[in-house]
């Protein structure tokens, strides 16, 4: 398994452990620490992100296009579980600086990537935590176990959940998903879902984190929510930045 790479040696770690069940479900109060609801103004929660360390989030470059690509029309909330119901372990923050990858395609979806620094730092906790990143010469194997998570649609066309879903999906070899989606697929993307259809990222959002969970029980992202065609179809896998091929970038731009 992979070395954690992070800002934090101890990244990707949690108080409380994910059951194995296939499908969305609620999650449980700190169990995805690093899970970010983003906030446009006047639209609510929009898109998701991941926690890198005290001051940068991570999340997709589509989220942050056109009206979105400023500063101030965004508001991150940290340690959030329930939408709408803030606590003492939440924490907001207004974003300082978005740094959208520079070769993004609005066509295709490639370089699906974006850095947030927020305009301050928050204290990490239980509730607020970092994921880890992993190293690029890593290769997330087909079938291996992986989780999306966020507020999206329970369905397709469904509104959006109150309380973070969870749902398991599994790797999907990247030359199956290229032949599924008629060659969309590029190097730097990463399919995953269950073939059979009813599990996908409309129970995610876009920006959030595709994880992958060690034997050791820490959690790095494999991935962010990018495209897919539909919405949990059958034989129609979600598709997702390929996070091994941004080291680099994310080292370069944030230092993290």
Request: proline share 4%; aromatic share 8%; glycine share 10%.
């Amino acid at each position: 398994m992979p070395t954690p790479v992070c800002f934090f040696s101890d990244c990707g770690r949690r108080e409380y452990q994910s059951s194995r069940i296939i499908g969305g479900q609620a999650s449980r109060k700190g169990e995805w620490p690093w899970q970010v609801s983003l906030h446009a103004r006047g639209q609510g929660h929009t898109c998701g992100a991941s926690v890198l360390n005290d001051r940068w989030l991570l999340t997709a470059a589509h989220c942050v296009q056109n009206e979105y690509a400023e500063a101030n029309q965004w508001e991150a909330f940290l340690g959030l579980h329930v939408q709408g119901q803030t606590n003492e372990w939440t924490v907001t923050r207004r974003i300082k600086r978005i740094i959208p990858h520079e070769d993004y395609n609005t066509f295709n979806f490639d370089n699906d990537i974006a850095l947030m620094e927020l305009d301050s730092s928050v204290t990490l906790n239980q509730y607020i935590y970092p994921i880890c990143l992993p190293p690029s010469s890593d290769d997330f194997p087909a079938g291996q176990e992986a989780w999306i998570t966020g507020w999206g649609a329970m369905v397709e066309g469904g509104s959006s959940a109150k309380i973070l879903q969870k749902a398991m999906v599994r790797i999907i070899n990247q030359t199956t998903c290229k032949n599924l989606l008629q060659d969309d697929v590029t190097d730097r993307m990463l399919c995953a879902g269950i073939l059979d259809g009813g599990v996908d990222a409309c129970q995610g959002d876009s920006g959030g984190p595709l994880t992958v969970i060690n034997p050791s029980g820490r959690v790095f992202v494999a991935g962010l929510v990018s495209w897919g065609q539909g919405c949990a179809q059958r034989d129609k896998p979600g598709v997702y930045t390929r996070m091994t091929k941004f080291r680099s970038w994310i080292k370069e731009r944030s230092g993290v």
